[in-house]
């Protein structure tokens, strides 16, 4: 059973820049969520994809945003990057609802 | 809103000593998990308490839901250096199926 993979591992980017980020979720698993950890902190939630549909939003701007292809796949994109969007960003995905979060290794993300 | 606080925020033990980690919260919560996450690693699933005053233990970790289920707390007995990590409280904000994270415990272990 494969696990949740994340690419690339690290990235450096310019302020003002964008940034794709993705995810391949674990086997069989259709529900898709992206967290950025900022250094030192505990993860905080941007969004959740269900079925290709966004179905929950944390408190982050619209230059988030999400998408999640028809093999469950999802993609991080992140428009007119900000010093402050320097982080880990992780992915996890579950199978039915009330199933545990399987997390990724994440992406670190560094804005310059 | 709903937030989780840690304490303490950082821990250095030697190898052998007990601790305990809390996590607490004003609001109340139907379940409530414990992560810990490696350097390089993204967070790995321990534990899930639901039942209020519940008791789970995992090897050496014990975890405590409390009665009002509002707050928790994992004790490590003898700690060892693969015990070295953050570890990190979440739990499921109202009508909404994200996870809201506490502010994390980092653990390191000294043999």
């Known amino acids: 059973e494969t696990g949740v993979t994340q690419s690339p591992t690290h990235l450096i980017k310019t302020r003002g820049q964008q940034v794709t980020l993705r995810c391949s979720s674990q086997?069989?698993?259709?529900?898709v969520s992206w967290y950025q950890q900022a250094l030192g902190q505990g993860p905080q939630f941007i969004f959740q994809y269900y079925r290709e549909e966004e179905n929950g939003r944390g408190n982050f701007p619209p230059r988030f945003s999400g998408l999640q292809f028809p093999n469950y796949s999802s993609e991080l994109n992140v428009n007119a990057l900000e010093l402050d969007d320097s982080a880990l960003y992780l992915c996890?995905?579950?199978?039915?609802?009330?199933?545990?979060?399987?997390f990724g290794n994440g992406t670190r993300l560094t804005v310059t | 809103t709903q937030l989780l606080e840690q304490s303490p925020q950082f821990l250095s033990i030697q190898e052998g000593e007990n601790l305990t980690v809390y996590c607490n919260s004003s609001?109340?919560?139907?379940?409530l998990q414990w992560y810990r996450q490696e350097p390089g690693e993204g967070p790995v699933l321990l534990v899930t308490v639901v039942t209020g005053g519940e008791v789970k233990k995992l090897k050496r970790l014990t975890f405590q839901f409390g009665d009002a289920r509002k707050d928790s707390s994992l004790h490590i007995t003898a700690a060892q250096p693969g015990d070295t990590g953050l570890y990190l409280c979440?739990?499921?904000?109202?009508?909404?199926?994200?996870?809201?994270f506490g502010t994390g415990t980092r653990l390191q272990v000294f043999p």
């Open positions: 996890a995905s579950r199978g039915q609802s009330n199933s545990p979060l399987h």
């Open positions: 609001s109340v919560f139907s379940s």
């Open positions: 086997s069989g698993h259709n529900t």
């Open positions: 979440a739990a499921k904000g109202n009508n909404t199926d994200k996870l809201i």
